[in-house]
């Protein structure tokens, strides 16, 4: 009996070597146990993983294709318009007549500033692209926004050169093709490729103040006389269409540093620099209006200074829109944290 009772005992007395396997524990199983389930997925059976943060421009390329299209199409809408239609060529072409009414002291202001312009753009492009590629590192981005800056501008050169000169719709006015503007697009193009290179906290100031450098290049060319308010508007959406695959490209090989914290993370990306933005925006589209309707229904038969002032308002509005929708679309872009 005592014989019988030890082999009983036997299995109970010996170490249980499949139960203590079952009950031993990786050493990690404490800290998987801890992490909150939702920074999982699962997938097969039983394999978890952490979730990833979103990249830098992931799944926002359908908005940038649909932006760079609708650059494309605005460019070519504006050129139909206001060269192939009499009505367009009539808006234009009074909005540069009456560009003499700022003559004297405004005229040879504007002149000094364009004279400066090509010199005054490589400037600043070269020493904030210098100093953002060299300080930070950015050697990629760097490349490829200069390499768009320079595609904008000879992209406006080549157009130029192909647009037909103006047809005959009964509108005296220069036959000779002056759509895109270069002194713009050098200016705008300058600008976005600063916009681009610079981390997501300064976009919002690098829109305002690049849109307003731009802006101020196109009305200046239009007190001068040197081009129609159609032509600056063109240069914008120039650069719109070949700045913003670039913009994207930047922000997919650049998932380091475009990260975005939102509004109010430093005094460059406060929301002052948007709502000062929207203000003239807002300024604008008013002027535009009220100068518009003096001359309607009909189009007045004689031009007035309000096609000035209507052109004018054209041009801050589509330079103002740009950096708006850019410093939206980027930030929706960036990484955030």
């Known amino acids: 009996m005592s014989s019988v009772t030890g082999m009983l005992r036997m299995p109970h007395d010996g170490p249980d070597r499949e139960g203590g396997a079952h009950m031993s524990h990786p050493e990690n199983c404490g800290s998987l146990d801890r992490m909150s389930s939702q920074q999982f997925r699962t997938s097969g059976r039983s394999s978890k993983r952490p979730l990833r943060e979103r990249e830098p421009g992931a799944g926002t390329g359908f908005l940038f294709c649909l932006a760079t299209v609708a650059s494309v199409v605005g460019l070519a809408a504006t050129y139909y318009f206001f060269v192939r239609t009499t009505a367009g060529q009539f808006i234009d072409e009074s909005a540069l007549v009456e560009a003499t009414v700022l003559g004297g002291t405004a005229g040879r202001a504007s002149t000094d500033f364009l004279d400066m312009l090509p010199m005054l753009s490589l400037a600043?492009?070269?020493?904030?692209?210098?100093?953002?590629?060299?300080?930070?590192?950015?050697?990629?981005a760097a490349g490829i926004a200069v390499m768009a800056c320079i595609a904008a501008n000879v992209a406006t050169q080549a157009l130029k050169f192909l647009i037909p000169d103006r047809p005959d719709r009964g509108v005296q006015t220069l036959e000779l093709n002056?759509?895109?503007?270069?002194?713009?697009?050098?200016?705008?193009?300058?600008?976005?490729?600063?916009?681009?290179?610079?981390?997501p906290r300064w976009r919002p100031l690098a829109g305002f103040l690049g849109s307003t450098f731009a802006v101020a290049t196109g009305v200046s060319t239009l007190i001068n006389q040197w081009h129609r308010p159609a032509d600056v508007v063109a240069a914008f959406l120039v650069v719109g269409a070949v700045?913003?695959?670039?913009?994207?490209?930047?922000?997919?090989?650049?998932c380091s540093w475009n990260v975005w914290k939102g509004y109010g993370e430093h005094w460059a990306a406060s929301?002052?620099?948007?709502?000062l933005t929207v203000t003239a925006l807002v300024v604008a589209i008013a002027i535009a209006g009220y100068s518009l309707l003096q001359v309607m229904p009909g189009l007045s038969a004689d031009s007035t200074i309000d096609y000035f002032w209507a052109g004018t308002a054209f041009i801050v509005i589509a330079g103002?829109?740009?950096?708006?929708?850019?410093?939206?679309?980027?930030?929706?872009?960036?990484?955030?944290?």
Request: hydrophobic share 60%; no cysteine; proline share 3%.
């Open 124 to 140: 600043i492009a070269a020493i904030m692209v210098l100093f953002v590629t060299v300080a930070r590192r950015r050697w990629t």
């Open 178 to 199: 002056s759509l895109p503007s270069g002194h713009t697009t050098l200016a705008a193009s300058a600008a976005a490729a600063v916009f681009l290179m610079v981390s």
């Open 243 to 254: 700045m913003l695959p670039a913009g994207w490209l930047i922000l997919r090989t650049g």
């Open 271 to 275: 929301r002052l620099w948007v709502w």
């Open 320 to 337: 103002y829109l740009s950096a708006l929708g850019g410093t939206w679309l980027f930030g929706l872009a960036a990484r955030r944290r």
